[in-house]
């Protein structure tokens, strides 16, 4: 089990940048794949990225690449979302994701451990 905790949402101006975290608690970290995934209102959920538990391997939806890195820091139980060059179609709430299956994928069916959400907001 693991409780996952997101933070660094907020309001920002498009071409502006964030950087989302996703504290972990409870089981290690490294045990998980993580990923990140959005909503926007009135729209299912969609996978943003994903980062295998060595953190070696990522994975990204065709709409962020190159904008959004995933990383993260098994010693601190962390994992970071970094988003650059934000456009307003980029705001959602924002959630973190566990799964202990150890390949990466984009179902948001497969993970098991979620948060609560943090809210993302780019202004035109």
């Known amino acids: 089990q693991v409780q996952l905790v997101e933070a660094g949402g907020g309001l920002v101006q498009a071409g502006g940048s964030l950087r989302l975290s996703c504290a972990a608690y409870?089981?290690?970290?490294?045990?998980?794949?993580m990923g990140w995934f959005r909503q926007a209102p009135g729209k299912e959920r969609e996978f943003v990225a994903a980062?295998?538990?060595?953190?070696?391997?990522?994975y990204y939806a065709d709409s962020v690449k190159g904008r959004f890195t995933i990383s993260r820091d098994n010693a601190k139980n962390t994992v970071y979302l970094q988003m650059n060059i934000l456009k307003p179609e980029d705001t959602a709430l924002y959630y973190c994701?566990?799964?202990?299956?150890?390949?990466?994928?984009?179902?948001?069916?497969?993970?098991?451990?979620w948060g609560q959400g943090t809210q993302v907001t780019v202004s035109s």
């Open positions: 994701a566990a799964r202990s299956a150890g390949y990466l994928t984009s179902r948001y069916t497969s993970y098991e451990f």
């Open positions: 409870g089981r290690t970290n490294s045990t998980y794949v």
């Open positions: 980062i295998a538990r060595s953190g070696t391997t990522t």
